[in-house]
């Protein structure tokens, strides 16, 4: 129905930069926000960022200032640029959506993509 599909991590040295990209595809409404969660081993889910359809933007307290997050609105995708990353930044990264699926009126459902490791090196 909805599918979200990331790309784009992978290993870096500290003090680098990644990209993030997340494209969801199906039988889409309207996107709410779309932003990105993150999960390091043996820790809970934590967000980092958010995207809203009218382009503003909210970031966890410890990626201010590293991480932009962009929305590209027709083509229903959101992306990370992260720069100065650090080795606690190591996690597997998650987009997540809250958007209308096309035929469900006006009630917003939850998406989430596969995940994609990022790997920071000292």
């Known amino acids: 129905q909805v599918q979200l599909v990331e790309s784009g991590g992978g290993l870096v040295q500290a003090g680098g930069s990644q990209r993030l990209s997340c494209a969801a595809s199906g039988s889409i409404f309207h996107i709410n926000v779309m932003d990105w969660y993150r999960q390091a081993p043996g820790k809970q889910r934590e967000w980092v960022a958010a995207?809203?359809?009218?382009?503003?933007?909210t970031y966890k307290d410890s990626v201010k200032g590293r991480f932009t997050i962009s929305r590209d609105n027709a083509k229903n995708s959101v992306y990370l640029q992260m720069n100065d990353l650090k080795p606690e930044d190591t996690a597997v990264y998650f987009c997540h959506a809250q958007l209308i699926v096309l035929g469900d009126g006006s009630r917003s459902r939850d998406f989430w993509g596969q995940g994609t490791q990022v790997t920071v090196s000292s």
């Open positions: 995207a809203f359809t009218d382009g503003s933007s």
